[in-house]
């Protein structure tokens, strides 16, 4: 049976509630960040150089936290990281200035994709592993994934018909997509409210903390080779996807279709809705065949699909082969995380799910710098989707190969 959130532990609710707030102003921005510095009349190169800044910065910021948290303190590392939220924010409502935008964007924390940045996931994973256990680490994980894809599909959906409103009662799009903007500063606030209330129980119990030297200045000791070689592979998995993100995904319809905010909210707020559902499916197809075998074998034909999007003639043609591919895209994310927090030691999981994190941050940062001038290109506009995909595809066949055999303690335990 599928454990629901109302089941958890008061500490697991207040996680539960941080991923959902956080992901509504992820969502909420994504909707609009690119219409937003294009209507600044900044080019795609710029634009692109920008959002890789943003990945790479938070990339950098992330990896110290994270890797860091178990001995700093978790909730110390997650209010940090709402006040770089607040602080990004801010400096992006505050001025037009391409030179501030960069630095806002390298030192703060901005999602352009819609999805996770900041020291966020990794820590939430970590204490939820401890509050949870190992028999309810993929479900609960599912949920999470189902609760911030709901999140990030209201957040998108608000954005869209905020803007619409604006500009139709005479603001211009810069003007309406700036307000936008304030909404995702006043959740980093609220954010760090709420990460005041969580109790020691999220943070690493004295005796899990191991005495072991740690080798590297990755906060890990035993699964270091592991780990790393998971990074490596996710770092993969994301440059592909780096050329999707929700942003550019938005400005593609638009340019393509004419579509306007409102419709664009809604289309983003269908494909996350999807994708929360579809990450449901994560627990109980794990149980029967493996977190690897689900990751790679749900993953594989959304790949498929991500490449055909373009080739369709028309919008509700694209639009449905979105929503389809969505539909069945995150299986393999609750079960990426439970995996990785299944084969580390206790007190390596805020670290190991930091290292692979900031993995994925550094793998997608580059591919707005090739992306962005594709996308604004008309003859080009589509390959994007076309690399992504492939891309992912090389990603699920080198993941497949390499880990298929290294099973999860409950795997093992089960196989025997």
């Known amino acids: ?27 909420f921005l994504a909707v609009v960040l690119v219409l937003y510095l294009t209507a600044l009349g900044f080019s795609g ?49 505050a001025t037009p200035a391409y030179a501030v935008l960069v630095v806002a964007a390298t030192i703060g924390v901005i999602s352009p994709s819609g999805n996770e940045v900041g020291p966020f996931l990794a820590v939430e994973q970590a204490s939820l592993t401890q509050l949870v256990g190992a028999k309810r680490r993929t479900n609960v994980f599912a949920w999470y994934q189902l609760t911030g894809s709901f999140a990030t599909a209201a957040g998108a959906l608000a954005a869209g018909l905020f803007a619409q409103v604006a500009i139709d009662r005479g603001a211009s799009p810069a003007e309406a997509y700036r307000l936008v903007i304030v909404g995702y500063a006043l959740v980093g606030i609220a954010l760090a409210l709420l990460f005041t209330r969580l109790s020691d129980r999220v943070e690493v119990p004295p005796r899990e903390v191991t005495d ?47 579509v306007d905010p409102a419709a664009l909210g809604a289309l983003l707020f269908g494909a ?28 594989l034909p959304s790949n498929v699909l991500l490449m055909l999007v373009p080739f369709m003639p028309t919008l509700p043609l694209a639009a449905g082969v979105l929503l389809v591919r969505f539909s069945i895209s995150q299986m393999d994310v609750p079960t990426r995380q439970s995996y990785t927090m299944a084969i580390v030691e206790p007190d390596e999981r805020s670290a190991a799910a930091g290292v692979t994190g900031i993995a994925r941050s550094l793998g997608v940062a580059a591919s707005p710098l090739i992306a962005g001038p594709l996308f604004i290109s008309a003859a080009v506009a589509g390959s994007p989707f076309v690399i992504a995909g492939g891309l992912k595809i090389l990603y699920d066949v080198l993941l497949y190969r390499r880990f298929v055999a290294l099973r999860p303690p409950e795997e093992r335990t089960t196989a025997g």
């Open 1 to 27: 049976m599928i454990p629901v959130p109302a089941a958890l532990p008061r500490d697991g609710r207040l996680l539960f509630a941080t991923r959902a707030l956080r992901m509504f102003g992820y969502g």
């Open 45 to 93: 190169g710029e634009v692109g150089l920008l959002l890789s800044l943003t990945l790479l910065g938070d990339a950098a910021i992330s990896l110290w936290l994270t890797t860091h948290a178990d001995r700093l303190g978790r909730r110390r590392v997650l209010i940090a990281g709402a006040g770089l939220m607040l602080a990004a924010g801010l400096a992006f409502v």
């Open 212 to 258: 072991e030297p740690i080798r590297t200045r990755l906060g890990l000791h035993k699964s270091q080779g592991v780990v790393l070689r998971l990074a490596a592979l996710f770092a993969l998995d994301a440059f592909a996807g780096g050329f999707v993100i929700q942003s550019f995904v938005a400005f593609w319809f638009q340019e393509r279709f004419a």
């Open 272 to 299: 996350n809705l999807l994708a929360g559902l579809s990450a449901l499916a994560a627990g109980p197809l794990a149980a029967r065949f493996g977190l690897i075998r689900t990751m790679v074998f749900t993953h």
